[in-house]
C-alpha cells in the first residue's frame, strides 16, 4: 500500500471534474500499491501475451503486444517483471527500451475477463529481453473485455513478422479496415514528467507510462479525415475512477493505440495527438459514453501477421448485449 498519493496532477484535475475526488484520493493507496501481491505475480506468468506502453525519443506513447509462452513473463519478486523476448520485429517498443525508461504494462486474460497492471521503469535490457521495476501495481474490473481464447497457431518463441510497413497520418486502406472491425484495443498513455526530456525514472505522485484496455462493440471507434489526417474517435464508459489514462492525457494529449486484429494476427500500432470531449451532442452517437477521445494519427506501423495465435469465438462483453 503507498503511503503518499499515487495520483498526479492530471489525474487528480479529472477526478475533481467527476465529482470523485476525496473518495478516490481515500481509496487510492489501498488499490494502487508499490509492489505485486502473489496473486498477480502468478497471474503475469501464466500468459501468453501481455501489453506494453513505452514512449520514443519525441515522448510520444506507443503501445506494443508482446507473446511468448507462459513463463516468458516472470516476476522473481513483488517489484520485479522479467520478459524475455516477445517483441515483434519492426515494433517500436524494440527502439523505446532504455535503463531508466518509464513503462507500463498489462497482463490480460480476454477468456476470464482478468486484467492487472504494471507500471514501473527499466531497470535493464539486454540481446535477451528486458527487466521492468514495478512501483505501481492494481488490478482492474473485467467490464468491457469481450470474452476470447488464444490458441498458439506457431512457434511464439520465435517472434516473425509477414512484413512491416509504415502508416503516416492518413491511414492505408487495410489500416482502416482494422480499426473499422475492431472490439478491443489498448492504449498508452504518459504522465507530462515522464515524456519529458531528462526524466530519470522517478514515480512520485503517479509519473509514468500507463497501458490500458478499450473495447465495445466493433466499429465502436470512428475514423474520419480531417485537414491531411486520419482522426480516431471512440468512447470513454464508466470505469474505475481512478483516471489513470484521462488524467494522462489532461496533462500530456498523446496517446498511443494498439489494435490486434484476431482473424489475421495483424497488429497496428499508431500515436498522434489527443483531445478529449467532456459534454455535448457529440456524445449521444456513442451509446453509454461518458466522454470522448480524439486521436489525430502522426505515425504508425503495421506488423503483419505478428500475433502467434488463433483464438475462438469472441463472447462480447455483457455491458455490449
Request: proline residues 7%; hydrophobic residues 40%; charged residues 20%.
Amino acid at each position: 500500500m503507498t503511503t503518499r498519493s499515487p495520483f498526479h496532477d492530471g489525474e487528480r484535475a479529472v477526478q475533481e471534474r467527476a465529482g470523485v475526488r476525496d473518495r478516490i484520493e481515500r481509496l487510492g493507496g489501498r488499490m494502487i500499491r508499490d509492489f505485486m501481491p502473489e496473486q498477480h505475480r502468478l497471474f503475469f506468468e501464466e500468459q501468453p501475451f501481455v501489453v506494453a506502453g513505452s514512449l520514443d525519443g519525441e515522448g510520444l506513447p506507443w503501445a506494443s503486444v508482446l507473446t511468448g509462452l507462459p513463463g516468458f513473463v516472470s516476476a522473481p519478486d513483488d517489484r520485479t517483471l522479467r520478459i524475455e523476448g516477445g517483441v515483434s520485429p519492426g515494433d517500436p517498443l524494440a527502439s523505446n527500451l532504455r535503463a531508466g525508461a518509464a513503462l507500463g504494462m498489462l497482463g490480460i486474460e480476454p477468456d476470464t475477463r482478468r486484467r492487472n497492471r504494471a507500471n514501473g521503469v527499466v531497470s535493464a535490457t539486454g540481446t535477451g529481453g528486458f527487466t521492468v521495476r514495478v512501483t505501481q501495481s492494481f488490478g482492474n474490473c473485467p467490464r468491457y473485455i469481450q470474452a476470447r481464447a488464444p490458441r498458439f497457431s506457431r512457434d511464439p518463441t520465435t517472434p516473425s513478422v509477414g512484413s512491416v510497413s509504415e502508416e503516416g497520418a492518413v491511414l492505408s486502406a487495410r489500416a482502416a479496415t482494422i480499426v473499422a472491425e475492431a472490439d478491443t484495443f489498448f492504449i498508452a498513455s504518459a504522465s507530462a514528467r515522464a515524456a519529458a526530456p531528462g526524466f530519470a525514472g522517478e514515480q512520485a505522485d503517479g509519473q509514468g507510462v500507463d497501458v490500458s484496455h478499450r473495447g465495445g462493440r466493433p466499429g465502436f471507434v470512428r475514423s474520419a479525415l480531417d485537414g491531411g489526417a486520419t482522426v480516431l474517435t471512440f468512447p470513454d464508459y464508466t470505469g474505475n475512477f481512478l483516471f489513470n489514462t484521462l488524467g494522462n492525457l489532461q496533462a500530456n494529449p498523446h496517446a498511443g493505440l494498439v489494435f490486434p486484429h484476431f482473424d489475421s494476427g495483424d497488429v497496428l500500432t499508431l500515436t498522434g495527438d489527443t483531445h478529449i470531449v467532456w459534454s455535448g451532442p457529440e456524445l449521444s452517437a456513442f451509446a453509454g459514453a461518458e466522454r470522448l477521445v480524439r486521436l489525430r494519427v502522426r505515425r504508425g506501423k503495421l506488423l503483419c501477421a505478428a500475433l502467434p495465435f488463433t483464438w475462438s469465438h469472441a463472447e462480447l462483453a455483457p455491458e455490449f448485449e
